[in-house]
């Protein structure tokens, strides 16, 4: 073996190639990774029933999930709000809620900063007799340069997604992108600088809002999730959980409804 050889093999090792692409009819969720689509490891979405003070939100992205996967005129997507009151989870429930229907509807979940190779997964999905929701977690920009990628992929650019694709996209910014009141300040038009923050945020033709979990609907959601594992439910233990957190929050009434398990001697 000569030196050529040896050093592309030791390349070859340090940066194996990609794993082969998964069947994109067959499973209920991938990934996008590294230029091919890998069936996700397990896709477990909570049942809707379990996702309390969110109806309105749910009723309106299961509408438009269900006539993605029908062929339909769909939105994309824009779950906006305070952390942890259930935006990832409810987009995958209504994925779940879809496919137990029989619909012809998967997830593809894209890595925040692999926005760029979104119009190679437009190209591998196109042609699947198939709707794919893509799916961009807790996405958020440091400045609006940085979202036009995306704003062209949304709408009026050259690549835009293909029919059987809408993104939908979860962030704690209601804008994606932060405000910067100097820049606003120092602009030519400080009106164009606030348009172009909006601007991005105004290619999603859905739009849904999720507010900070008052102290009734946090005791609820501990309720329910206690109730369909068979949990003792204690409202007092759960604020007091609340409180050493600092937050209520479904994820919040999640983790302490995992603890009271944990101590009940139980699995989840």
């Known amino acids: 073996m000569d030196d050529l050889t040896r050093i592309a093999a030791a390349l070859e090792r340090l940066a194996p ?20 689509l890998v069936a996700a490891r397990a896709f477990a979405p909570l049942p809707l029933d379990l996702l309390h003070g969110v109806e309105v939100q749910r009723d309106l992205l299961l509408a438009n999930l269900t006539r993605l996967s029908g062929g339909h005129a769909a939105q994309d997507v824009l779950l906006w709000g305070a952390r942890g009151t259930g935006k990832s989870a409810l987009v995958k429930a209504c994925v779940g809620a879809v496919q137990t229907t029989g619909g012809p509807l998967a997830l593809i979940e894209v890595a925040a900063d692999r926005l760029d190779s979104l119009p190679a997964l437009f190209d591998a999905i196109a042609a699947v007799p198939r709707s794919f929701v893509l799916f961009l977690d807790d996405l958020g920009f440091d400045a609006a340069a940085d979202a036009r990628t995306l704003r062209s992929l949304l709408e009026g650019g050259a690549e835009a997604r293909p029919a059987n694709a809408r993104l939908v996209v979860t962030s704690n910014r209601r804008h994606l992108i932060p405000r910067d009141v100097h820049e606003q300040e120092n602009a030519i038009n400080p009106r164009d600088a606030v348009d172009d923050h909006m601007a991005l945020a105004d290619r999603f033709g859905l739009s849904l809002g999720f507010h900070v979990v008052d102290q009734p609907l946090y005791l609820d959601i501990v309720r329910g999730y206690a109730e369909r594992h068979g949990l003792p439910f204690d409202a007092q233990d759960a604020l007091l959980w609340a409180n050493r957190r600092g937050s209520r929050s479904g994820r919040v009434a999640w983790q302490y409804v995992v603890d009271l398990a944990g101590r009940a001697g139980k699995s989840l």
């Not at 190639?17 to 969720?29: E, K, R, S, T, V």
């Open 17 to 36: 190639p990609p794993p082969p692409a998964a069947d994109p009819l067959a499973h209920p969720a991938y990934v996008w990774r590294d230029g091919v």
